[in-house]
């Protein structure tokens, strides 16, 4: 179980880390992609600065026709002033959604590929305890929102082990025995407390089964509670 928890936990840091790195990766690829497309628009002004300078260098174009034209051609820079700065406006706002879908993909993707790991984690330890709930009043032991009826006894061992497995301690047979019973464990069996999670395992094992593998079904019988295309017999 410890085992298990641990896979778990590197899974989760090793998660984190991949989404932190591309997120980090996706930014700056965009920023450096962003800074490379409006530097190498030309600037606003460039079209207006090139007419007068050619009005300035020639001494001819001082009639009211040259003069009118230089008007024109003044007003058709400035519409192409204000055609790039909206280019610029319209590459930045593709530049922020490009950046978001390009983060919920990776977070997509590594959602993906957190869950296929544990779905592989899930068919080799054959089911993986997500939550545990004692309810002692109810003599019942909640196992991923599956309840099951426990005996008194049995429900004791439980929580013994309960205590200790959240005290993170390894329990032997007399010590079970004795926390169970209220003796000393010097006074206690090995074999004692082995029998008490031998009843406990057989108690709770008979239950799992029927509720995951073989169902009672009212009044017709009983049957596998599992997919008939996975069943092969050799």
Known sequence: MQDGISSASEVRRSGGRIVTFGIVAIVGILLVAGAVLLLTLPDANAFNARVERIFVENDLLTGATEIKLLEILAQSGTAFSDVLASYRMVIFVLLVFATALLLAALVFLVMLVTLNRRMAQIEHSGIQVSSLLISRDENTVYL?????????????????????????????GAQIEAMVSGRDSADCDEAAGATRIKRLRDTLGNQMVSELLVKNIARKGYMLAVDKDVIKMI
């Open 144 to 172: 991923n929102n599956m309840g099951f009826k426990l005996t008194e006894a049995a429900m004791e061992t439980l929580s013994v082990l309960a205590e200790a497995r959240m005290d993170e301690d390894v329990l032997s």
